[in-house]
C-alpha cells in the first residue's frame, strides 16, 4: 500500500467506488441521505465538480450516520474500510441502508450541466452548475439560499431550454437582495433592479432557447444579469 487509507462502497449492481481519505473533500446531510464528496477520480483536481456517493440514511439517524462515516474516514486501523455494501448488507452505521448512487465528475468536462424541469432547492454544493431550464411540464419555482446561508463566490447559470416555454419559472432568492440587469439581443437595457430588494426573477414565457440567467453573491447579497433575444424574457417579483 502507499500508505494512504481508503473507503469502498459497494452498490448493489456492479457499480462500486473506491478513493482515498486524503481525496475526502466534505459531506453533507439531507433527509434520509448523505452526501459524501471526493476529488474527481476522472478528472483529478475536479475544477468542474466532485466524485459524489449518496448513502441512504434511516430517517432522523442522519446526524450521528455521518459521525460514523467520519470516523471511518479517520481509521488509522483498517487501510481499507468498508463504508457501505449493499451486496452483502454490510454498513459503517446500522442505520446506513444502502448505497443510493455513486456519481462520477464528468470526464473531460470543465462544466457541469443538470436539467431541471420540477421544483428544486439549491445549495452551495451546487455552485458552478449550469442548469438547463424547461417548464413543459408546468410552472414551478428554484428556490436559492437564504441570505444566512450565502457563501461567498456561489454561482449558477440558468439557460432557456424551449422556445417560449410552456410557462414562467421562478428564480426565488429568499431573504437575500437580488440585483438584476437585463440586456436584450440589441443591448438594450432591460428591467433592472438598481439596487432595490427583490425577492423573485422569474424566465418569462415569452423568452427563448438560449437564454441566460447568471447568478452569483458577494456573501450577502445575489447580483444577477440575464441575457435575452426578446425585451420581456425576465422580470422581477
Given amino acids: 500500500m502507499d500508505g494512504q487509507n481508503y473507503v469502498v462502497f459497494h452498490n448493489d449492481g456492479n457499480d462500486s467506488y473506491m ?5 475526502f473533500r466534505g459531506a453533507d446531510v439531507g433527509t434520509t441521505f448523505i452526501d459524501v464528496y471526493f476529488a474527481s477520480a476522472t478528472i483529478g483536481s475536479a475544477a468542474s465538480g466532485y466524485d459524489k456517493v449518496r448513502l441512504t ?23 481499507v ?32 450541466t443538470e436539467a431541471v424541469t420540477v421544483a428544486k432547492t439549491l445549495y452551495a454544493y451546487d455552485s458552478g452548475k449550469t442548469f438547463m431550464m424547461s417548464s413543459a411540464a408546468g410552472a ?7 441570505a444566512a446561508s450565502l457563501v461567498a463566490g ?14 414562467d419559472i421562478t428564480i426565488a432568492a429568499g431573504s437575500a437582495i437580488i440585483d438584476l440587469v437585463v440586456n436584450d439581443s440589441q443591448g438594450d437595457a432591460g428591467p433592472s433592479t438598481a439596487g432595490t430588494a427583490v425577492s423573485n426573477i422569474l424566465i418569462e ?15 450577502t447579497t ?15 417579483s
Fill in 19 to 23: 478513493n482515498s481519505t486524503a481525496n
Fill in 57 to 79: 440514511v434511516t430517517a432522523t439517524y442522519e446526524e450521528v450516520a455521518l459521525e460514523a462515516v467520519g470516523a471511518a474516514l479517520a481509521g488509522a486501523k483498517d487501510p
Fill in 81 to 112: 474500510r468498508i463504508v457501505a455494501d449493499d451486496k452483502n448488507s454490510v454498513y459503517i452505521h446500522d442505520k446506513i441502508t444502502a448505497v443510493a448512487s455513486i456519481t462520477l465528475a464528468t470526464q473531460g468536462s470543465m462544466l457541469t
Fill in 140 to 146: 414551478y419555482q428554484v428556490t436559492l439560499p437564504v
Fill in 154 to 167: 456561489t454561482h449558477y447559470k440558468f439557460v432557456t431550454l424551449e422556445d417560449t416555454p410552456t410557462a
Fill in 205 to 219: 414565457a415569452a423568452s427563448t432557447q438560449g437564454d441566460i440567467l447568471e447568478i452569483f453573491t458577494d456573501g
Fill in 222 to 236: 445575489y447580483y444577477a444579469q440575464a441575457h435575452s433575444a426578446v425585451s420581456n424574457g425576465y422580470s422581477t
